[in-house]
């Protein structure tokens, strides 16, 4: 297949990413080859390797543009105005339900990224980092309005997050799904208190 001006190299790695996901979606990661992957496209395995070196690599990249989409919703809050404690419920609260809609009851989907957390990919990793930051964010204002209590700003977010793991890791949200308590609301309502927002969260309700 020859590259045009229209079919920039980044076009074709972006084009073998949605066919991939699509395919992993319906067939799931372990049955899906890089040969299904070509053929949807109508090319070559080898020509599928000059983008990606491995299925590996692109299951990794599969997960990084899912993960990103989360990314980019929670950068999104973050940056918005309102009160802090606002924010940073509406913040963990995307974050879980784009994680739940994306990996709990989609059976395929959640055994692609059960295989990258196994694997401990850098991506899931950086993912973390991200969504930590975003956290951070939030948690900073609060502090330099005086709604929180959180003269380390990168231990309170990282504490958050920790906090937040149920919530947001998709196989301990897969595995919790039917259990009642706590829920999320009031698992928010403990880190808003924690995060010494007791009073405006009482207030705001």
């Not at 992993?24 to 080859?33: A, L």
């Not at 055994?111 to 956290?135: L, P, R």
């Amino acid at each position: 297949m020859t590259l045009t001006s229209d079919n920039t190299e980044a076009d074709m790695r972006h084009r073998i990413l949605v066919v991939a996901e699509r395919l992993f979606r319906q067939i799931g990661y372990q049955k899906t080859t890089v040969a299904d992957i070509a053929k949807v496209l109508q090319m070559s395995p080898a020509n599928v390797y000059r983008f990606f070196d491995s299925k590996k690599a692109i299951h990794k990249g599969v997960a990084r543009h899912l993960m990103g989409e989360v990314e980019q919703a929670a950068d999104s809050i973050a940056a918005a105005r309102g009160p802090a404690a606002e924010r940073l419920r509406d913040l963990l609260t995307t974050v879980h339900r784009m994680n739940t809609e994306r990996y709990v009851g989609d059976e395929k989907l959640h055994e692609m990224v059960a295989i990258a957390m196994q694997e401990n990919w850098d991506v899931c990793i950086n993912h973390m980092e991200c969504i930590t930051a975003a956290i951070g964010e939030v948690v900073a204002q609060g502090a330099a309005s005086g709604e929180f209590d959180a003269p380390d700003v990168p231990l309170a977010a990282g504490c958050v997050c920790t906090a937040m793991l149920r919530f947001f890791h998709p196989q301990m949200i897969a595995q919790a799904f039917e259990k009642e308590e706590p829920s999320l609301d009031q698992l928010i309502d403990f880190v808003l208190a924690g995060l010494g927002a007791r009073k405006r969260v009482a207030a705001i309700e």
